[in-house]
């Protein structure tokens, strides 16, 4: 059984182009994330959710809109993507806030042309 | 404010040869510390984690690191490298409470030399 899974794995789309990444985590955790990597592997967090709250939000611009249906789920929604936004984007879960070990999913290589 | 530094991008080891990956973090409260490794096309999987017990701490795959507090050092050995072990590892940094996040290193690109 998959952890955290998110599709799709690959998305190559042209700017100015909306497109969103969906996640989910079948672990029972209340608290889950987006993370971007970019081409140089440097790994940084964009968004914290905690039972459907936003409680991290790391001055990413305001195209990229986080959506919690349910604490099972974790949606990122791009707007108007940008060349830079090729990335690759990595959702990941864990117990609670104050627990800090993540669980990652796959990852979803975005290629903005 | 939380930060970590991994020296160097790459390092190189011949199979069976010790492997050491440093990794020197700053916090304004005790850490918590961990190693992730992410394999090539792949997600990242918690090899081991500092969460204020024993300071020595064992992994998954035979690594362990050791959280040395005077040297606010949390290096990553492993006694004999397979070719297995080569993959992009991360070290990351929290300090404990609510609300609190993960900070990660730039990461390091292990190879094994046959």
């Known amino acids: 059984d998959t952890a955290v899974s998110q599709t799709p794995k690959y998305l190559v789309t042209q700017m100015g182009n909306d497109k969103s990444i969906k996640c989910e985590q079948n672990l029972g955790h209340d608290t889950m994330y987006w993370y971007k990597q970019d081409s140089k592997k440097f790994l940084k967090i964009m968004f914290s959710?905690?039972?459907?709250?936003?409680?991290i939000n790391e001055t990413v611009p305001n195209r990229f809109s986080p959506k919690s249906p349910d604490k099972a789920h974790l949606n990122l929604h791009i707007n108007s993507l940008e060349l830079g936004d090729s990335a690759v984007y990595f959702c990941?879960?864990?117990?609670?806030?104050?627990?800090?070990?993540?669980?990652f999913g796959p990852g979803t290589r975005l290629t903005v042309l | 404010a939380q930060s970590v530094t991994q020296l160097g991008s790459h390092v190189s080891v011949s199979e069976g040869a010790l492997v050491l990956l440093r990794c020197n973090y700053s916090s304004s409260v005790p850490p918590y510390l961990f190693w992730y490794v992410q394999y090539p096309n792949q997600g990242l999987q918690l090899l081991l984690k500092?969460?204020?017990?024993?300071?020595l701490v064992k992994g998954i795959n035979g690594f362990e690191a050791e959280f040395k507090k005077s040297e606010t050092s949390f290096h990553l050995t492993k006694p004999s490298a397979h070719m297995s072990d080569a993959a992009e590892y991360f070290c990351a940094v929290s300090e404990p409470g609510a609300n609190s996040k993960l900070t990660f290193g730039k990461g390091i690109t292990l190879s094994v030399r046959p």
């Open positions: 990941a879960s864990s117990h609670s806030v104050s627990y800090n070990e993540q669980f």
């Open positions: 959710y905690n039972n459907k709250e936003l409680i």
């Open positions: 500092y969460t204020s017990a024993a300071t």
